[in-house]
């Protein structure tokens, strides 16, 4: 009895968090809203998966659906194509990761990570890593092999938001959500080594990204994107991705850093800001190129296409914009 009243704490703080995390309180996502966003290899499809659970598989160039799917009742928390494009992974807030092939339209099959799916990626053909917000007795860090559906690594590594590979694919940057950063090899799955506490507590870091160089760009809970050098371990720039962010306001999920992105080049840098303010970077002198405002609208998922060249995001209502960088 007592364990299952623990367990229904657990889960209800799981659901507080996500809540804050992905919109504020005072919010009402319907559920065609937008969740998540992932561009395929190619760049030729774009998943979009909703608050109400749905997934679509949609054509970069004219928008159309070309395959809709259900893998969860609730938000879409998660989303990882494989590297042919021939699958997609999506993961929910029940802890349930879904397998779909594309070309065919079938469901694979489902993975039962037991807690809320946090982070996908699609390691090789036989590995898929899934990452979650570390309820206890359920490991932090968990690996699939997709065909027979077994668990095949499982550890307690701290609460990875994201997971982001390095130009090759051979090293995996993964971000805690209390700032943590650690690089892993990707064959074997092996932790390398650890950054430190770089967000120092202040505030918890939400998305992130490696450039082809030796820099990692962090995006905050409170507006803020900091580009460190990975090397040195040397903060280089504290940018104000959003105007509240250069205030000193009282915390606001409404300029939570959805996204951060390196250009294909390394030479400039993308900020998504929820309250709808997306930003451009110069990333070595750290000054702004562009500011693009969305007016009227939140936006709740963003993503770049793989050469870097387009920007896919979303809020309110199923359309999502896709424009020229």
Not at 91 to 96: A, F, S, T, V
Not at 106 to 134: F, I, K, M
Request: hydrophobic share 45%; glycine share 10%.
């Amino acid at each position: 009895m007592k364990n299952s009243f623990f367990r229904l704490v657990v889960l209800i703080c799981i659901f507080l968090f996500a809540a804050y995390s992905h919109g504020d309180a005072q919010e009402a996502q319907e559920a065609d809203d937008i969740a998540g966003i992932a561009w395929s290899p190619a760049g030729d499809k774009i998943a979009v998966g909703s608050w109400g659970g749905v997934l679509e598989i949609r054509d970069a160039a004219s928008g159309e659906v070309l395959r809709m799917f259900q893998p969860s009742l609730i938000r879409i928390s998660a989303l990882s194509w494989r590297a042919d494009g021939v699958q997609i992974a999506a993961g929910g807030l029940e802890g349930i990761v879904s397998l779909y092939d594309v070309v065919t339209g079938r469901w694979v099959r489902s993975l039962r990570q037991e807690d809320v799916v946090d982070a996908l990626y699609w390691v090789s053909d036989d590995l898929l890593l899934s990452t979650n917000a570390g309820s206890v007795g359920v490991p932090t860090l968990q690996g699939w092999d997709p065909i027979t559906g077994e668990r095949t690594f499982a550890a307690d590594a701290g609460y990875y938001i994201s997971i982001v590979p390095n130009q090759d694919h051979t090293q995996l940057l993964m971000q805690n959500f209390a700032g943590i950063s650690a690089l892993w090899s990707s064959d074997p799955l092996s932790l390398v080594r650890e950054f430190g506490n770089w967000e120092t507590g202040k505030d918890f870091a939400m998305s992130a990204d490696w450039s082809t160089g030796n820099l990692i760009a962090i995006g905050t809970e409170n507006g803020r994107v900091r580009i460190w050098d990975v090397t040195d371990a040397e903060l280089l720039y504290d940018l104000p991705a959003t105007d509240a962010a250069m205030n000193d306001l009282p915390r606001d999920s409404t300029i939570i850093i959805w996204a951060v992105q390196f250009s294909a080049d390394g030479t400039q840098l993308t900020s998504v800001c929820k309250d709808g303010t997306l930003r451009i970077w110069n990333v070595t002198t750290g000054e702004m190129v562009e500011d693009i405002r969305l007016e009227y609208s939140p936006i709740y998922a963003a993503a770049f296409s793989p050469d870097g060249k387009y920007l896919a995001y979303g809020g309110i209502g199923s359309e999502i914009h896709v424009v020229e960088r």
